[in-house]
């Protein structure tokens, strides 16, 4: 037995011959199972399913004391976590490194034509989470960066929610779409160490791959309950500081919601848009920024376009002919279009102002 053995080991030597010297190194890198420790073997093994889980040993700890609550799965599935062992002991044969190094090409090539394939995604990022105590209450509020296409020395946009901002986005689009929603994960709620270093992290993470899965889902991104939770508090925010006279903070929120919702889209109407427009025209009247102003104005009346009537249209027409005076500038289309709707009877005379409109009027 022993010299079967040895006679079909020379045979293999003799076989390989030249190829022999050129495999040492990577042999080296790439050692036999009987070459690895236990020890080593546990410890890569550990290390590895490390990076495809936010949880550590003390977390987990942490998640076994709250395995009494009733809430959802956790926000990161680990799928299928490779051991470290198999790592070591089956290097991947030629045939399965090709397959992987096509893959890498693909995918490649995929990041380099998204522009043109596929509608580019919006990102999301998670840029501070601050503990906030407002008597009784205590809360983190995350604040995220909401990045899309455009030039790459664009700010983003940000907004700021509390975790029961997001709980209540997901519940009701749970209500809304069972189906699409089954797939997507968020993070539970925990009746304790909600404001340790570790949670807020491991949240922070979590709700930027909850908005991006959103996104991902035609159906979902164009949710009325989505775009409320981007847009309607800066709306609102940036409304009630217009109404106290406090115009430049207002014109931070007011701009803020403007590249929201260019980002967004604007499926459910023009009438946000137009909101914000308005609310950025008036800030900037008065900022004394006439020239800004009236852009905002011309800006919505291409909005507006050739349509029934708006209860918008009389008011921005009014601001566009006054600020065109002030400026110099032609002002006798709008003049007209206006005149031709008091003439119907369609708006009073004089227009109510778009800062009356804006204060008095429209609520959201």
């Known amino acids: 037995m022993a010299s079967r053995l040895l006679h079909r080991l020379r045979h293999a030597l003799a076989g390989e011959g030249l190829g022999e010297a050129a495999a040492g190194p990577e042999v080296e890198q790439f050692p036999e199972s009987s070459e690895l420790e236990d020890d080593d073997a546990e ?10 889980s936010f949880t ?29 062992e198999d790592t ?8 399965q490194r090709g397959s992987q190094h096509l893959a890498r090409q693909l995918q490649d090539f995929w990041k380099k034509s998204r522009n043109t394939l596929v509608p580019q995604r919006l990102l999301f990022e998670v840029t501070s989470a601050n503990v906030v105590k407002d008597p ?3 809360y983190v509020l ?36 069972r189906g699409p929603m089954a797939a997507i994960s968020f993070p539970r709620k925990r009746l304790r160490r909600n404001f340790t270093a570790e949670t807020i992290a491991r949240r922070s993470r979590a709700f930027e791959q909850f908005l991006s899965h959103l996104q991902a889902v035609p159906e ?17 925010r940036a409304q009630s500081l217009t109404c106290t006279g406090l115009y430049r903070e207002a014109l931070v929120l007011w701009a803020n919601a403007w590249q929201l919702q260019a980002q967004l889209g604007t499926p459910s109407g023009p009438d946000r848009p ?23 104005c011309e800006r919505a009346l291409q909005l507006l376009g050739d349509k029934s009537p708006h209860p918008l249209l009389a008011p921005f027409l009014e601001a566009h002919v006054r600020l065109s005076w002030r400026l110099g500038l032609d002002k006798r289309q709008s003049e007209a279009r206006l005149q031709a709707l008091q003439e119907a009877g369609v708006t009073p005379t004089p227009p ?10 429209l609520a959201l």
């Not at 979902?220 to 609102?236: C, G, I």
């Open 274 to 296: 137009l909101l914000t427009l308005a609310g950025l025209a008036v800030c900037h009247q008065e900022l004394e920024d006439p020239g800004e102003a009236r852009a905002c």
């Open 352 to 361: 109510p102002s778009l800062k009356e409109l804006l204060i008095k009027e």
């Open 88 to 95: 070591e002991q089956n290097p991947p044969p030629d045939g």
């Open 142 to 177: 995350y604040t995220l960066a909401v990045m899309g296409p455009g030039p790459p020395d664009r700010q983003p946009a940000q907004i700021s929610r509390r975790y029961s901002d997001f709980e209540r986005l997901h519940r009701n689009l749970q209500r809304q779409f």
């Open 220 to 236: 979902l991104r164009h949710a009325p309950d989505l775009q409320d939770f981007f847009v309607l508090p800066e709306l609102r």
């Open 136 to 138: 009784p209450s205590k």
């Open 56 to 84: 550590s040993a003390e977390d987990a700890d942490d998640e076994d004391e709250d395995d009494d609550e009733d809430d959802g799965p956790d926000p990161l599935p680990r799928g299928d976590e490779a051991s470290g």
């Open 43 to 52: 410890g890569l093994s550990s290390r590895l399913s490390g990076t495809l």
